[in-house]
């Protein structure tokens, strides 16, 4: 079956720890993208990669950092860096070509700290 | 500047009722692409449907419909006959053609309430 899968689906970190959330996709997808989502809020874009080896900064990259070395894998390491890392971690990959670059949705991970 | 605008918060209908959820968008691209999407309590996003700027023939699939009206800026997703499993939160996002990143512009969200 084609698809994003992301691990784990629950995350608990303590205060000072780093933490890497796992992203990947089989659907053969140029890009890839990682949202953060607050309760009661929408999505916000933390980064994305369009190619592998590059990937570039959304509307909420501080705290936050990403390797894409491989076309399937898209990991988000949470720093100690960012302030409020509590919240629901989505990420989603589409074809990169105009009109068919529908993003479709990993389960997410919640991500808690203690 | 592109903008998408939900601006129903929640909406609570009783089950069997036909509802409407509202999507505003601000773009000046000629050529962009509307979209909807579904977040269940489980939290996956899951797409509905996508719709281009050249296209404004309505869409139905089974009991979901949208209307995509250029002239109003609008682009409302109808349930009609709503189950109990429609609730969810409901998403609306816009993709410009002069946008060369291909992001998506995230309407806040209507959280749509089904009660038995």
């Known amino acids: 079956d084609g698809g994003i899968t992301q691990s784990p689906k629950y995350l608990f970190r303590k205060e000072g720890q780093n933490v890497t959330l796992s992203c990947e996709q089989n659907l053969n997808h140029d890009a890839m993208y990682w949202y953060r989502q607050d309760p009661g809020q929408g999505l916000r874009l933390i980064y994305y990669?369009?190619?592998?080896?590059?990937?570039q900064k959304g509307d909420i990259a501080e705290g936050y950092s990403v390797s894409r070395e491989k076309k399937e894998s898209f990991p988000l390491t949470v720093t100690s860096a960012q302030k409020n890392p509590t919240a629901f971690y989505l990420c989603?990959?589409?074809?990169?070509?105009?009109?068919?670059?529908?993003?479709?949705f990993g389960p997410g991970t919640r991500l808690t700290v203690l | 500047a592109q903008k998408v605008t939900q601006a129903q918060t929640e909406i609570s209908v009783v089950e069997k009722e036909d509802v409407t959820l509202d999507c505003v968008y601000e773009t000046r691209d000629t050529t962009y692409y509307l979209f909807w999407y579904k977040q269940p309590p489980s939290g996956e996003l899951v797409f509905l449907i996508r719709?281009?700027?050249?296209d404004e023939q309505n869409e139905i699939s089974g009991r979901y419909s949208w209307n995509f009206q250029k002239s109003t800026s609008s682009f409302n997703f109808t349930i009609t006959a709503s189950q109990v499993v429609d609730s969810a939160v409901y998403f609306c996002a816009l993709s410009g053609y002069s946008d060369s990143n291909y992001q998506l512009i995230w309407g806040a969200g209507t959280k749509l309430i089904i009660k038995p």
């Open positions: 719709r281009n700027s050249f």
């Open positions: 989603a990959s589409s074809i990169l070509e105009r009109g068919t670059d529908t993003q479709y």
């Open positions: 990669s369009q190619i592998v080896n590059d990937f």
